[in-house]
């Protein structure tokens, strides 16, 4: 009898520090190593409107870089050459460039930022919206249009742009101003954009998903929540207002178009990722034949 309760005692012990060993593996990748683990997530976006010309055309896709704070120099080197490695023809930027600590920024920090963001090459063009972040105060988002511009960025602010590659054939980007801190104006925004294109929309704040076009909108992509950042069943550490609605992963909008919510790539609050991993997304456009519909 009393060997049998040893060996239960003993079963109980060793439960109790394999519970330990996973919790404190937990806490050690959440706040230790998976912030600067940057993981690729692989789309594939099928439709008729894409022309053949633009078949196989990647898009990589990064939103809140929330530099400063605790991204800084060698995570920005790292996560650029994540990025350059996937050979993306055309680079999206979603917004959130700085972290909230503009008092952070130098004269030596910026020409640091827009030297690395530089390196990022992407032969169909480098494209950027703007953030909450990047209107935290008055001239900030002057601030951030340069530096973007300096970095080869071509920042869309309720605008769009035609993508072609060696001919007629183009997909459109259309760009809308951050739902926060912003001015979004969805007529200038959507004016030139024709149904006969394929129509990326490129939003921050994903919860304005319930504004755009339907008719003129294929797929959407945001960013801002974070995914939570640190994310478990009934919450989440980073819970930003404009990401209610929308808060992570994919949605069906009314049936007709996908709104796709990046995790994003920096962190803000506290440097912590749990089950809310930092991404790069990367979109692979592909041309569906009538016949296949």
């Known amino acids: 009898m009393e060997d049998k309760v040893k060996r239960v005692l003993i079963r109980i012990l060793m439960i109790l520090i394999l519970t330990a060993g996973i919790a404190l593996s937990l806490y050690y990748d959440a706040w230790y190593a998976a912030p600067s683990r940057y993981t690729i997530r692989y789309e594939t976006l099928n439709s008729v409107f894409i022309p053949d010309q633009m078949d196989n055309i990647s898009i990589a896709y990064f939103s809140d870089l929330d530099y400063l704070h605790f991204m800084k120099q060698e995570r920005l080197r790292k996560l650029v050459n994540t990025i350059n490695e996937l050979s993306a023809d055309v680079i999206i930027f979603g917004g959130d460039l700085y972290d909230q600590s503009p008092e952070r920024i130098s004269e030596s920090n910026t020409q640091e930022l827009i030297s690395i963001l530089k390196e990022l090459k992407?032969?169909?063009?480098?494209?950027?919206?703007?953030?909450?972040?990047?209107?935290?105060?008055?001239?900030?988002?002057?601030?951030?249009?340069?530096?973007?511009?300096?970095?080869?960025?071509?920042?869309?602010?309720?605008?769009?742009?035609?993508?072609?590659?060696?001919?007629?054939?183009?997909?459109?980007?259309?760009?809308?101003?951050?739902?926060?801190?912003?001015?979004?104006?969805?007529?200038?925004?959507?004016?030139?954009?024709?149904?006969?294109?394929?129509?990326?929309?490129?939003?921050?704040?994903?919860?304005?998903?319930?504004?755009?076009?339907?008719?003129?909108?294929?797929?959407?992509?945001?960013g801002h929540s974070h995914g939570g950042q640190a994310y478990w069943l009934f919450g989440a550490l980073y819970t930003p207002p404009m990401a209610e609605g929308y808060f992570r992963g994919k949605h069906s909008i009314r049936?007709?178009?996908?709104?796709?919510?990046?995790?994003?790539?920096?962190?803000?609050?506290?440097?912590?990722?749990?089950?809310?991993g930092a991404e790069v997304v990367l979109y692979r456009l592909r041309h569906k034949a009538m016949s296949e519909e």
């Open 122 to 222: 992407a032969p169909l063009g480098k494209f950027a919206v703007l953030g909450d972040f990047d209107y935290q105060s008055a001239d900030m988002p002057d601030y951030v249009r340069y530096i973007l511009y300096e970095s080869d960025f071509e920042v869309l602010t309720n605008q769009s742009v035609l993508l072609r590659n060696c001919g007629s054939g183009s997909v459109t980007l259309t760009g809308l101003d951050s739902g926060l801190g912003g001015h979004v104006d969805m007529d200038t925004a959507f004016a030139n954009v024709s149904r006969a294109t394929y129509n990326i929309v490129i939003s921050h704040t994903p919860d304005l998903a319930d504004d755009v076009p339907v008719d003129l909108t294929d797929y959407m992509i945001s």
């Open 255 to 276: 049936d007709l178009f996908t709104l796709d919510i990046s995790n994003g790539v920096g962190t803000t609050e506290e440097d912590v990722r749990f089950l809310a």
